[in-house]
């Protein structure tokens, strides 16, 4: 009946355009550019000083860069702008350091199995066997690294495995607690006692089986970046988490420990630390001992990002909620259960982007290395710049640099901010 | 209530595997294990170190301090030369620090802040250009930054006889470093001082006794240009009165370089830039988060209370944001202060420089100056995180 009346509209009537002052590129320069004359102002002022500064820099970065040449006086010749020949003829120093150019296919290989082996942490649809490379990945980037028999890494992992074992067996018939120290002293024997005689005794029966051995000094370059800055990454993590746990421990001397590691390292700077490592780590070893100037940064850097994580972590666990531990705690479930069920997975989820801010931070601050002597890329930009063929070279190396850790850095960053979206599971507190 | 009693009263019989499986003990048994592992580790590290001093015939003093420096510092706040002693050139090195890290912390804060209040502008193209600013430090070593200042110091800025003095010949930028003009105090200066001192209690008090007087009757006087007046009439008219005692000493170009003025050289100018705009990208981010922080239900509570914007941002916005920005802000002041002890890299001789420095190399006592130096850092950081806990509880929020 009602459809039927004449006056009510039973069509639709065809749109109309929106009207030019609300949509549109005008539109949209109205509202975003020239609100108010203040934005005006403001607007016109930023648009000249943008244009200034690409007038001088477009012109010399982009449009009269060389970047072939032997040398900055060839480079002079060809064109005036940027000279970035310095960079492509240098590319193999900058990336690898002295790094022998016949084995340059073993640090290209352990990067792209680097993605490998971090991909199953970032992707939880991939198979979850893929965490067995994961595992495997450290010592498998040591041996491509440094070379060496094959008989070291092996004998690790027959290690890791006896351990197993030894735990397994003694948890048969003792405690757990009993059997624990049973396979711990088991590995600890097995390391210091007999993997040497072991990987001796295989070398000579057996023969030298393994890649050529590179040595540490050897290193440069982004390829020390990235062993600083991925080793720093994987052994900050469990050790901040075992210092925050530490931390926030009800048992006073376990928090007193942790509380005064954590705020020494996190009260000096990095490069009093990293001088503590390359004059001062040999004295706190038994006489006689020495070793490599790079493990020993490693150390530190280590030491270093796990107390920023441990915060970082420490403010995870504070922001969860009580009664996600009285929960735990009326499940019946112990400590270490709680913690591993339910405490560490959800605090470790609010603390992603404090982590990742951390490992950011970690990547950057390898650079520091460059002033103890190691030569990092910017520790090998001196050298490049004194020598004969590019002396008075300046802005093109650090940008080139620059570049690099921006787009690892920043790619970081963006995946730390998609992860955290993934993982959101919309529950406020 | 009883049957809890009557467990407790219970004498049980003390195992020894109690220790290990019975909640109540096992913490104690953890406890004593740890303090002995760490005590045994620590030994253990002393006992190294003592033993490889004896293979190095070295010995633990601090004596060195008190011995000649025999070297020279560019870049001094107090009396020092090559005959002082080593503690006097680490004291010139902590100064230094100290210098460089105030300096950078006022100007990253006012860098931070701008940035970070850009960022939420409403204009599309000052918002782009503030992250564009953000991201780029953000993600690029501080260390490259500063090399990359102090190369564009060197390379870019005129040698002084060329050099074009700015604001009046006030202000000479060179490729050795900066002129500034110094101020000259008088007799008559100290009157001057006290005067302006009594004119700064004086705004404080002025201010105080407006919010007394706001609070009982509503009503609100012009504080701002009545405080800016008791601030500076009286000191300007006691400051021609007495003849005008503060001048200014402006360089001058003689010869192959400027004399008078106060000189800071290239290497200072350079960290100062680089460390506050490194570090002014991460508070801007700080400032934006605070900012947001707060919920719109807030600004809207305020505007319908009356209040125009500008004292919504004062009364209702700044006080709880700045709750949410101070204790990360705190914490940039600290990583900027460790962070300039990278001024090793461009020859500035702050206290790394100096006591972890070259007089680590001269005397050979690395542990000992180290030791120092890490003394030295930890005593600040300690200090800045007290305050910033102080200051936490004060704001904190009173719940329950």
């Keep these: 009946m009602t459809n039927k009346i004449a006056f009510v509209a039973t069509e639709m009537l065809p749109e109309q355009a929106a009207p030019v002052n609300t949509k549109g590129a005008i539109a949209w320069m109205q509202s975003n550019l020239f609100s108010t004359p203040r934005d005006t102002i403001l607007t016109v002022v930023f648009l000249a000083v943008v244009a200034g500064i690409l007038y001088y820099l477009v012109p010399w970065l982009v449009l009269n860069s060389v970047f072939f040449a032997d040398s900055i006086r060839e480079c002079r010749e060809i064109d005036t702008g940027a000279c970035f020949a310095v960079v492509t003829s240098r590319f193999n120093q900058l990336i690898f350091g002295f790094y022998p150019s016949q084995h340059y296919w073993r640090p290209i290989l352990t990067f792209l199995m680097m993605f490998v082996a971090f991909a199953p942490l970032l992707h939880d649809n991939l198979p979850r066997k893929m965490l067995w490379f994961t595992a495997a990945f450290p010592l498998l980037a040591y041996w491509f690294l440094w070379g060496g028999a094959i008989w070291g890494p092996l004998l690790i992992v027959a290690a890791l495995v006896g351990t197993y074992f030894v735990y397994k067996t003694a948890a048969a018939s003792l405690s757990p607690i009993l059997s624990l120290i049973a396979s711990v002293v088991f590995l600890i024997f097995w390391l210091l006692f007999i993997q040497s005689w072991l990987s001796a005794g295989l070398t000579n029966t057996i023969g030298f089986i393994g890649l050529e051995p590179v040595e540490s000094a050897k290193f440069g370059g982004f390829l020390i970046t990235f062993v600083i800055g991925v080793s720093g990454i994987a052994g900050s993590l469990p050790i901040g988490i075992v210092l925050a746990l530490g931390r926030g421990s009800d048992m006073p001397t376990v928090k007193m420990i942790c509380v005064g590691f954590i705020e020494f390292i996190r009260g000096v700077p990095l490069i009093t630390l990293l001088f503590v490592a390359s004059t001062l780590l040999n004295y706190f070893l038994p006489p006689g001992t020495t070793f490599d100037l790079i493990l020993r940064v490693i150390i530190m850097v280590t030491l270093f990002a796990s107390a920023y994580m441990a915060e970082v972590i420490r403010g995870g666990l504070a922001a969860l909620p009580r009664g996600q531990y009285e929960a735990a705690d009326a499940l019946g479930l112990n400590y270490w259960q709680a913690t591993r069920l339910i405490v560490l997975p959800q605090a470790l989820k609010i603390s992603i982007p404090g982590i990742v801010s951390t490992f950011i931070g970690l990547f950057k601050d390898s650079v520091l290395v460059s002033i103890i002597g190691i030569l990092d890329p910017i520790g090998i930009m001196q050298p490049i710049r004194s020598s004969s063929e590019w002396n008075g070279i300046i802005w093109e190396l650090p940008i080139f640099i620059g570049l690099v850790f921006f787009v690892f850095c920043f790619a970081m960053s963006r995946y730390s901010m998609y992860f955290e979206r993934k993982l959101d599971t919309g529950h406020r507190n | ?400």
């Design chain 2, 1 to 400: 209530m009883t049957v809890a009693a009557d467990f407790a009263d219970e004498a049980e019989p003390f195992r020894i595997s109690q220790l290990i499986y019975d909640k109540r003990y096992r913490s104690y048994t953890i406890q004593v294990v740890t303090m002995m592992l760490f005590m045994l580790a620590v030994a253990w590290l002393v006992n190294n170190v003592i033993e490889n001093f004896e293979a190095l015939g070295k010995t633990f003093s601090i004596d060195f301090l008190w011995q000649p420096a025999s070297y020279d510092i560019n870049q001094k706040l107090i009396e020092y030369s090559s005959r002082s002693p080593h503690w006097k050139a680490a004291v010139v090195g902590i100064l230094n620090t100290l210098v460089l890290a105030f300096l950078g912390c006022i100007f990253a804060t006012i860098v931070g802040v701008a940035v970070g209040v850009a960022r939420l502008s409403k204009n599309w193209l000052v918002s782009r250009l503030m992250t564009i600013y953000i991201e780029g430090f953000r993600n690029v070593p501080v260390l490259l930054w500063i090399l990359l200042v102090s190369s564009a110091f060197s390379a870019l800025l005129p040698a002084p006889r060329q050099a074009a003095p700015l604001l009046g010949g006030g202000f000479v930028p060179t490729n050795r470093g900066f002129y500034f003009p110094a101020p000259v105090f008088e007799s008559g200066s100290g009157i001057l001082a006290i005067i302006f001192v009594a004119s700064i209690i004086g705004a404080w008090f002025f201010g105080r006794w407006a919010d007394a007087r706001q609070k009982a009757t509503g009503e609100i006087l012009p504080v701002f240009w009545i405080r800016l007046g008791i601030l500076l009439v009286p000191t300007f008219l006691m400051y021609f009165l007495l003849g005008m005692p503060v001048g200014l000493d402006i360089p001058e170009l003689k010869g192959f370089n400027y004399q008078g003025g106060l000189f800071v050289r290239n290497s200072f100018m350079a960290l100062w830039l680089a460390l506050s705009l490194y570090t002014g990208a991460f508070i801007a981010e700080n400032v934006r988060a605070g900012i947001q922080a707060i919920s719109h239900g807030q600004t809207e509570a305020s505007s319908s209370l009356g209040l125009p914007p500008s004292r919504t941002m004062n009364l209702v916005v700044l006080p709880q944001a700045l709750r949410i920005i101070i204790p990360p802000l705190i914490s940039q002041y600290l990583n900027l202060t460790k962070n300039s002890s990278l001024a090793i890299a461009v020859g500035y001789m702050d206290v790394t420089g100096t006591l972890g420095g070259i007089t680590l190399n001269q005397t050979g006592r690395e542990m000992e100056c180290l030791l120092l130096l890490m003394a030295f850092y930890l005593t600040v950081s300690l200090l800045i995180s007290g305050v910033m806990n102080v200051y936490n509880n004060s704001v904190a929020l009173k719940e329950r």
